[in-house]
């Protein structure tokens, strides 16, 4: 059964940084897009980034240059570190597999706040 199993989440001042780890199991990892999202109270889920299987990535504006993804296939995990976070980042963040079929995981909460 395909798992995607999300972690790093926390409470954090504006200014700083967070890694988040998604460590995936039962399928070819390697073979497969990860991407995250993330769903801010009383607001639609929403793309954050994502990452082929060849390593291209892709941002959402709001986070492009603050964000960074990106994957270890020999640990099946991808990884989105979190820099220079605003109040707005705050979310909820998902992991997911967009496609073979669609697959998330169960979300990590990140709160960006004095």
């Known amino acids: 059964q395909v798992q995607l199993v999300e972690s790093g989440g926390g409470l954090v001042q504006p200014g700083g940084s967070l890694r988040l780890s998604c460590a995936a199991s039962?399928?070819?990892?390697?073979?497969?897009?990860v991407a995250w999202y993330r769903q801010a109270p009383g607001k639609e889920r929403e793309f954050v980034a994502h990452?082929?299987?060849?390593?291209?990535?892709d941002y959402a504006d709001s986070v492009q240059g603050r964000f960074t993804i990106s994957r270890d296939n020999d640990r099946n995990t991808v990884y989105l570190q979190m820099n220079s976070l605003k109040p707005e980042d705050t979310a909820v963040y998902y992991c997911m597999r967009p496609v073979g079929p669609r697959s998330w995981g169960q979300g990590t909460q990140v709160t960006v706040s004095s």
């Open positions: 039962g399928f070819t990892f390697r073979s497969y897009t």
């Open positions: 990452i082929t299987r060849d390593g291209i990535v």
